[in-house]
């Protein structure tokens, strides 16, 4: 995993300098306090590459054993579309997002609802639907 620059700004287009944003969540020093910066950590771990993460923020009855990230996929950008549930005091939530990327000459959109679940204060992806 190469991670950017902690001053230039984070991959899920917050807004925020890497380090404030979804830095602090991959490095363990902090914990996604919703489900949308769960959400916004994933999106920055699969295009840093970074599984330990994806692994780890994965509940774990949803789980895979490991996970085949490309590094050809380049993830271009994260439209947020709308939360349910998700805050700080729920226990679970969606989001739905659509996350851009090319692929090699081909470029697309993947359209998802996420389902999350917080346990003992930490928020986890459960899974998604897919939408067209």
């Known amino acids: ?70 590094p050809a996929m380049e993830w271009r950008r994260l439209d947020i579309v709308g939360t349910s549930n998700g805050g700080p005091f729920d226990t679970e939530g969606t989001v739905e997002f659509k996350a851009y990327y090319r692929h090699g000459n081909e470029r697309g959109v993947l359209h998802e609802n996420s389902r999350f679940v917080r346990e003992n204060g930490r928020w986890f992806y459960v899974d998604g639907d897919v939408r067209a």
């Open 1 to 70: 995993m190469t991670a950017p620059i902690d001053s230039a700004n984070c991959l899920c287009l917050s807004g925020e300098p890497y380090s404030q944003c979804c830095g602090r969540f991959h490095s363990g020093q902090a914990q996604a306090a919703t489900a949308e910066q769960l959400m916004r950590s994933r999106y920055s771990a699969f295009a840093l590459l970074d599984e330990e993460y994806l692994l780890r923020a994965h509940h774990r009855s949803t789980a895979p054993a490991s996970l085949d990230l490309d």
